[in-house]
């Protein structure tokens, strides 16, 4: 990302989020990709050519070669199809794929946590599973946010259970889901609260879930301060969308992690609510600048410019969010 003359305050903040994640010992590009996929790309119709999708990606420290094989490898689990035209190629969310990260929005841009049935989502492995088998299933299900009640019992307070699956099977778990058994259980006290607290207890760290949330407050704050209410301070539109990217994949990274727990579940002052407000408030700033790089920017094979939908306006339960 070009550093301009006199570094702003916001910027500053951003370059230093950009460098802590080229730092790490291996950029997760697949994660990367998905965030850029269901940010940018999902609300302009699922569609974009390999080139811009290479420029996007390179601005986040992502190069050409490492683009090409995460696209390759996402084609090949059915999230994306290869569409050639003429010497170029577009890529586009499949069917499933759309799907995916459909769902993924849903929670990512919610204005709120979702209700809750006072059911719990339970996933019980059973039959005989390498313990290799188990650790995979393990991890996998808890960066969905499920909790872990045994080494055999999984518990989630609102997951779609069909989406935890097709997950899976896009994770490559596909062979071994038969081992999982899907339940659903009433809230078995009379009193309501207690029992559901002590299954809280047991499941899930919140300490560790509040610290990543706390991390993120510090890390975007700023940006509240320093970026105005139509995203233009001292950020040119490719430093706002590069912020805007960022902001959504550390944000979409915790949400992996978090239950969704009901209020009556959660510590008082949970920080995971004022975080969704921050994101709330710093993606409707950016959002404007970043919008319009991506007009001069995203293109499909044709040279076309996929424009924005109606899944913008809807982020966050912002009215008019372009006009912000």
């Known amino acids: 990302m070009p550093t301009p003359t006199t570094l702003s305050p916001a910027f500053s903040l951003i370059q230093h989020r950009l460098d802590e994640l080229q730092q790490q010992n291996r950029i997760q590009a697949g994660s990367l990709m998905a965030t850029v996929l269901g940010d940018a790309v999902l609300p302009r119709g699922g569609r974009v050519w390999l080139g811009s999708l290479i420029g996007l990606m390179e601005l986040l420290g992502v190069n050409e070669r490492l683009v090409r094989t995460t696209a390759f490898r996402l084609t090949k689990d059915d999230w994306l199809l290869n569409e050639i035209e003429g010497r170029r190629s577009n890529y586009s969310l499949t069917t499933v794929g759309r799907r995916r990260f459909d769902d993924a929005a849903r929670h990512i841009y919610a204005a709120h946590a979702p209700s809750w049935d006072k059911r719990w989502r339970l996933i019980n492995m059973v039959g005989e599973l390498s313990t290799r088998q188990r650790e995979r299933l393990r991890r996998a299900l808890v960066w969905q946010g499920f909790g872990e009640l045994s080494s055999h019992t999984y518990i989630h ?64 704050q700023p940006l509240v301060e320093h970026v105005n209410g139509d995203g233009t301070e001292a950020l040119s539109g490719e430093q706002a969308f590069v912020g805007r990217i960022l902001l959504i994949h550390d944000f979409r990274r915790l949400l992996l992690r978090d239950p969704e727990l009901p209020a009556v579940l959660l510590p008082p002052n949970w920080s995971g609510h004022a975080a969704r407000n921050l994101c709330r408030e710093v993606y409707a700033r950016l959002l404007p600048a970043s919008e319009a790089y991506l007009d001069e920017h995203l293109r499909l094979a044709n040279g076309d410019v996929p424009m924005a939908s109606a899944l913008i306006q809807e982020r966050f339960g912002l009215a008019n969010p372009l006009e912000a």
């Open 157 to 220: 307070p609102t997951a779609d259970l069909q989406t935890c699956f097709d997950a899976l099977h896009a994770e490559g778990l596909a062979s071994v889901v038969g081992n999982l058994l899907p339940l659903l259980a009433a809230n078995p006290s009379l009193q309501g609260s207690a029992s559901d607290s002590d299954l809280v207890r047991r499941a899930w760290d919140l300490d560790e879930l509040s610290q990543g949330y706390g991390a993120f407050l510090v890390g975007y």
